[in-house]
């Protein structure tokens, strides 16, 4: 028989391997571990195979394209299984299965190429033509693959058929069960590049690229085992699968999420993105995080062609940012909370303290042009307001006369206003075990003591409102609301809540979320600004949240942008009195949260306690 591909009758299994034609397995490998005979005979064996394995490593390094196709060194790695990735109920988001590429030799091809060409075209549903032009097209003496994952029918049609210089290599790849709604959590993977530093991986590794994948790839990623140099057949240490994760994420809490933000943004052609985040701010745990438009991460695995991706990187919504740790907003007034706290701290106000507001703006008198003052306007005339009706109606003017101060009355500055932002975790990651996330920025911090010099009042009113240049990220949002609700703890958000065994039968590790900040506000002043919060929902802009049948805390925020519609904010937490869950809803160019974020918040608060309970 001179066919490269065995013959039998037996279904292709999982421990199939690529297999040449002396019945060794094709693809590269590197270094094994052996325990010598303390003899003469013995020290001339390891000497041969050390020199065996220096070979192989060298093929490795010089030869790195050949090890990618798999061919041309015998193999003494055996790869190991990709841990798997499940929801916190275990559902199950990522696991591995095995694929067979077809792959041609054509140096070991017969001379009878034309039946070949023939044979592999009717299996493959393939024409002679596409197969010839690739080999014509090929470089130097390296493999072609020629079709990759055929299906498990087809692989065995070619296992059991005598076609010389073709093989099918076995491979494993990573499937995703919810592409789109999970894409930007768990990321995806792809083959290792030369600037990825992984100690001791194979040259054709494939490692996480983006997410949950790439934070951890050193946990997913298993053990090699080793075969003997001297014979394939025999397996000196079996591989070690990799450990799965189990996520604080609720699957079904994430694909109702996705579902009604998406639905939000595409019945509004005005609309292209929207980010919604949902935290258990007893502990830190991400329970949703979703960032529309999503990606399709399943389009990765085996590799994305150059114009596929550039598609992803110029299509509006920017599908491959995930918006909830990387997108960067003014605020607007989802702060009010945390400076009322701030300006409670620093004694500049108390409960009592109210202003007057006839004319719905505050106006600073201008010494050089009395006749042109400067007007910071409000977005409607309030009357009186103490710190509750403040944070309640989001009333400008109460924070941008004890924000920035005037000459009658005291304000917090830029530089409490910036310490207190950052004192809740603004300006920084929140430290997220998720891959790419940005910190948003500060204002006044990066200046030089000559440019500190020269910021004005104006622009701190602008800060003591969440516009100007202060940017956040809606985790951060999120992660300080939820400081807000559980009375005074910052924690770094977590989305991975423990690490398993590969079966998700035993617990390696439980993760659980760092402290960061802690007794931030007094008892009696966060007391305020949460009754400023449920205030919100009584008798104010967040009165849309009134018929849930549980009470509810909230804050808006309409962020001012260059463009012509506002960004839309709307953030939550309930039960008021016993917070479990705080959510952040962000809608871009949304405009009227009322229509666009606070509907997203309140089907994320109902669904919850509809389908989970709250204790």
């Not at 397995?25 to 394995?53: E, H, K, M, Q, Y």
């Not at 090890?67 to 003494?76: E, F, L, P, R």
């Not at 394939?232 to 070690?240: A, D, G, L, V």
């Not at 985790?475 to 009375?487: D, E, H, K, M, V």
Request: charge should be negative.
């Amino acid at each position: 028989m001179n066919g490269f591909l065995k013959r039998n009758t037996q279904d292709i299994t999982p421990e199939d391997v690529y297999i040449d034609r002396d019945r060794r397995d094709a693809s590269f490998l590197s270094g094994s571990s052996i325990t010598p005979t303390i003899s003469i005979a013995g020290i001339l064996v390891l000497v041969f195979i050390v020199g065996l394995w220096g070979y192989t490593f060298r093929m490795q390094v010089l030869h790195s394209q050949s090890q990618d196709q798999g061919v041309n060194s015998a193999k003494t790695y055996i790869q190991p299984r990709r841990g798997n990735i499940f929801d916190v109920n275990g559902t199950l988001l990522a696991d591995t299965s095995s694929t067979y590429d077809v792959v041609i030799l054509p140096d070991q091809l017969p001379s009878d190429t034309e039946r070949v060409f023939r044979t592999l075209a009717e299996t493959l549903d393939i024409s002679v033509e596409e197969i010839s032009g690739k080999i014509a097209a090929r470089e130097g003496t390296d493999p072609i693959i020629l079709a990759r994952e055929v299906e498990r029918e087809v692989a065995i049609t070619l296992q059991t058929q005598e076609i010389s210089g073709v093989v099918l290599k076995k491979r494993e790849i990573r499937s995703y069960r919810y592409p789109r709604v999970f894409g930007h959590i768990i990321g995806y993977t792809g083959q290792i590049s030369d600037r990825e530093q992984y100690k001791e991986y194979l040259l054709n590794e494939t490692v996480g690229k983006q997410g949950l994948e790439k934070v951890y790839e050193q946990n997913l990623h298993g053990e090699y085992g080793v075969r003997s140099p001297l014979n394939p057949e025999e397996i000196r240490k079996s591989p070690q699968p990799g450990n799965s994760l189990r996520l604080t994420v609720d699957a079904e809490f994430q694909k109702a999420t996705h579902t009604k933000l998406k639905e939000i943004v595409d019945q509004n052609d005005k609309i292209s993105e929207g980010v919604a985040v949902a935290m258990n701010p007893q502990t830190g745990e991400v329970l949703s995080l979703v960032s529309i438009p999503s990606y399709n991460a399943q389009m990765f695995i085996g590799g994305i062609s150059g114009e596929e991706y550039q598609d992803l990187q110029t299509a509006e919504g920017k599908p491959l940012l995930n918006k909830a740790i990387a997108g960067e907003y003014a605020p607007g007034s989802t702060v009010k909370p945390l400076l009322a706290g701030a300006m409670l701290e620093e004694g500049v106000i108390t409960p009592e303290t109210e202003i007057y507001d006839p004319d719905g703006r505050l106006v600073v008198p201008n010494p050089y042009n009395p006749g042109n003052p400067a007007i910071f306007p409000d977005w409607k005339p309030h009357g009186r307001s103490d710190v509750y009706k403040a944070i309640a109606k989001s009333v400008n003017t109460f924070f941008y006369i004890y924000g920035g101060g005037t000459r009658e009355k005291e304000g917090l500055g830029i530089e409490r206003v910036v310490k207190w932002y950052r004192a809740f975790g603004f300006g920084s990651p929140t430290g997220v075990d998720l891959s790419g996330e940005r910190g948003g920025t500060l204002p006044y911090t990066n200046l030089s003591a000559d440019e500190k010099k020269k910021w004005t009042r104006g622009r701190t009113y602008n800060v003591s409102i969440g516009q100007g240049t202060l940017t956040v990220t809606p985790l951060q949002i999120t992660t300080y609301i939820s400081a807000i609700a559980n009375g005074g703890t910052l924690y770094e958000p977590r989305v991975v809540d423990s690490i398993h065994n590969f079966e998700n039968t035993e617990t390696k590790r439980d993760l659980s979320s760092k402290v960061k900040a802690d007794g931030l506000f007094s008892p009696k002043n966060i007391q305020v600004v949460k009754d400023g919060m449920r205030q919100t929902v009584t008798d104010g802009t967040g009165d849309e949240l009134q018929d849930l049948p549980f009470k509810a805390a909230a804050k808006s925020g309409t962020a001012q942008t260059s463009k012509e519609r506002n960004n839309s904010w709307f953030t939550a937490y309930a039960p008021a009195d016993n917070p479990q869950l705080a959510v952040t809803v962000l809608v871009p160019e949304g405009d009227d949260s009322g229509e666009t974020a606070v509907p997203v918040t309140k089907h994320m608060l109902k669904w919850y306690y509809e389908n989970r309970g709250f204790e």
